[in-house]
């Protein structure tokens, strides 16, 4: 049964996905909100395909009515306010909000994204250069509109800027289809792996239209246009 989301109280959607073990797990989706609800330790069983499946399914999405995220979600099982967290991941520095009781945990796709070594920060000159044709994005953590000329963090919830790394993406999602396409048992002669998604040169490209972007919806679009399709 799915759960109300922890920001706009609208019903989530349940999406099914498998475990590294491969049995079924149901996680719940905020799409209007951008928010993921994991289960206890339901994000670090999900197997490498399952990831690849939901990265699949948050460009789907791409074009959903979006909310501005509130900062003090509660969790759906207590009710309590959630506590904002800070980990350390293979990709760096991400947050979530978690329950005190250990209900799971709640999560935004940029810092799922995050998480997953998909998403970089752009430093102070690529923001001078982006904002020469762009005038103002959309904070892919929360949803509120970035004036990217005055500002180069969000004022709403203080996430940096962030783009998708397409050469992060690329060495991510080959090591996820290895793990994926690992045997159970090492053969006597190790076979060549050659990745089947292939980065461009340029970590990022900047995104052609005058009005308010969302840089991560921008690149994980031209990722999959160029590498997954």
Same mark, same amino acid.
């Given at each position: 049964?799915? /759960?109300? +989301?922890?920001?706009?109280?609208?019903? +989530?959607?349940?999406?099914?996905?498998?475990?590294?073990?491969? @049995?079924?797990?149901?996680?719940?989706?905020? *799409?209007?909100?951008?928010?993921? *609800?994991?289960?206890?330790?339901?994000?670090?069983?999900?197997?490498?395909?399952?990831?690849?499946?939901?990265?699949?399914? /948050?460009? %789907?999405?791409?074009?959903?009515?979006?909310?501005?995220?509130?900062?003090?979600?509660?969790?759906? /099982?207590?009710?309590?306010?959630?506590?904002? @967290?800070?980990?350390?991941?293979?990709?760096?520095? &991400?947050?979530?909000?978690?329950?005190? $009781?250990?209900?799971?945990?709640?999560?935004?796709?940029?810092?799922?994204?995050?998480? $997953?070594? &998909? /998403?970089?920060?752009?430093?102070?000159?690529?923001?001078? #250069?982006?904002?020469?044709?762009? $005038?103002?994005?959309? +904070?892919?953590?929360?949803?509120?509109?970035?004036?990217?000329?005055?500002?180069?963090?969000?004022?709403? +919830?203080?996430?940096?800027? #962030?783009?998708?790394?397409?050469?992060?993406?690329?060495? %991510?999602?080959?090591?996820?289809?290895?793990?994926?396409?690992?045997?159970?048992?090492?053969?006597?002669? @190790?076979? @060549?792996?050659?990745?089947?998604?292939?980065?461009?040169?340029?970590?990022?490209?900047?995104?052609?239209?005058?009005?308010?972007?969302?840089?991560?919806?921008?690149?994980?679009?031209?990722?999959?246009?160029? #590498?997954?399709?």
């Amino acid at each position: 049964m799915a /759960i109300n +989301c922890p920001s706009c109280v609208a019903a +989530c959607s349940s999406a099914v996905f498998t475990t590294h073990l491969n @049995t079924p797990v149901e996680i719940d989706i905020c *799409w209007p909100c951008h928010l993921i *609800w994991f289960d206890h330790l339901e994000s670090t069983s999900l197997s490498p395909q399952s990831v690849i499946d939901l990265f699949r399914r /948050i460009h %789907a999405h791409r074009d959903d009515q979006r909310n501005i995220v509130s900062l003090a979600p509660r969790c759906p /099982i207590s009710r309590e306010k959630l506590l904002l @967290t800070n980990d350390i991941g293979r990709g760096g520095r &991400f947050s979530y909000y978690r329950s005190p $009781k250990g209900h799971g945990r709640l999560i935004s796709f940029v810092q799922f994204l995050r998480e $997953k070594s &998909f /998403i970089r920060t752009l430093n102070d000159h690529e923001i001078e #250069s982006l904002s020469a044709t762009v $005038k103002q994005i959309r +904070c892919s953590s929360c949803g509120a509109g970035i004036n990217i000329e005055v500002d180069h963090v969000c004022t709403h +919830c203080g996430s940096p800027i #962030s783009v998708l790394d397409e050469k992060a993406v690329a060495k %991510a999602l080959a090591d996820l289809d290895a793990k994926a396409n690992r045997p159970r048992h090492v053969p006597s002669t @190790t076979p @060549t792996y050659t990745p089947s998604y292939q980065s461009r040169e340029a970590p990022w490209q900047e995104p052609s239209s005058s009005g308010i972007t969302d840089l991560v919806l921008t690149g994980l679009a031209a990722i999959l246009a160029a #590498s997954l399709s």
